[in-house]
């Protein structure tokens, strides 16, 4: 890391690069679970709801991305073991099970809510101290809030027919 840029963090690094590992396994997890979700879902309304977890993964694979980069202009090193995921995550992994609809969708939105939550967190913890990280904390949040709402948009059009 440059040496102003490491001056700049007003927080204890160590500490950050922790809380970024725990939200680099939850992107990971999540990617996964949208992935997997679109390829084993069942029921009515499936293909919206695929087209939908399709554009998640994406997103999750591209904040994964984000948060690695950032790890490493901390002098960190980004999660290294797939194995690593499930024990540092904070929202964990819910394997779609039940490949019906209504249930991938429910799964999806507990993990959503767990995520913004997750980035509030981050946020608070470097407002005013990392502005860098506090403005790739928001910029994920925004995009987690808007799937919220997407996912949800989603279950309300199945539970009306």
Known sequence: MGTVGKE????DVK???EKLNQALADEWLAYYQYWVGAKVIKGINKDAVI????QHSADELRHAGMLADRIIQLAGTPLLDPKEWTEKSGCGYSAPKDPAVLKILIQNIKGKQCAIKAYK???DFTKDKDEITYQMAFE???DEVEHEEDLQALEEDLKIK
């Open 51 to 54: 087209a939908e977890l399709i």
């Open 121 to 123: 967190k981050l946020m």
């Open 8 to 11: 700049i963090v007003g927080i």
């Open 140 to 142: 994920i949040m925004r």
């Open 15 to 17: 500490k950050l690069i």
